[in-house]
């Protein structure tokens, strides 16, 4: 079993920053696939940017050249470095966690562990 804690939400101004964490802990042992995904009221989760056990990173087009995604294996924390934020940036940000390999990393569908989300809001 995996758990996810987010931490970093806030409310900024447009083109602020903020820097997301998501602690994991648990068994991750088997854990392939990890990323970030978010959910505007009334809209659909969808998917920011992931990383693979192989490093390989996936991302939305929307957060291209604005967000960054790193890993620290030290401390077992995925941070999510949010640059130059947009209104439209405004949602609740959700850590998660892939027990295989996915085909569409982006997909929240295929995610078997999430976080409790932190707001993210830009005005």
């Known amino acids: 079993h995996v758990q996810l804690v987010e931490s970093g939400g806030g409310s900024v101004q447009a083109g602020g920053t903020l820097r997301l964490s998501c602690e994991v802990s648990?068994?991750?042992?088997?854990?392939?696939?990890m990323g970030w995904f978010r959910q505007a009221p009334g809209q659909e989760r969808e998917g920011v940017i992931t990383?693979?056990?192989?490093?390989?990173?996936n991302y939305a087009d929307s957060i291209k050249g604005r967000f960054t995604l790193s890993r620290h294996d030290r401390d077992n924390t995925l941070y999510l470095q949010m640059n130059s934020l947009k209104p439209e940036d405004t949602a609740m940000y959700y850590c998660?966690?892939?027990?295989?390999?996915?085909?569409?990393?982006?997909?929240?569908?295929?995610?078997?562990?999430w976080g409790q989300g932190t707001q993210v809001t830009v005005s």
């Open positions: 990383i693979n056990s192989y490093g390989s990173i």
């Open positions: 648990g068994d991750t042992s088997g854990t392939y696939c």
């Open positions: 998660a966690a892939a027990l295989s390999d996915l085909v569409d990393p982006l997909r929240p569908q295929d995610y078997d562990y």
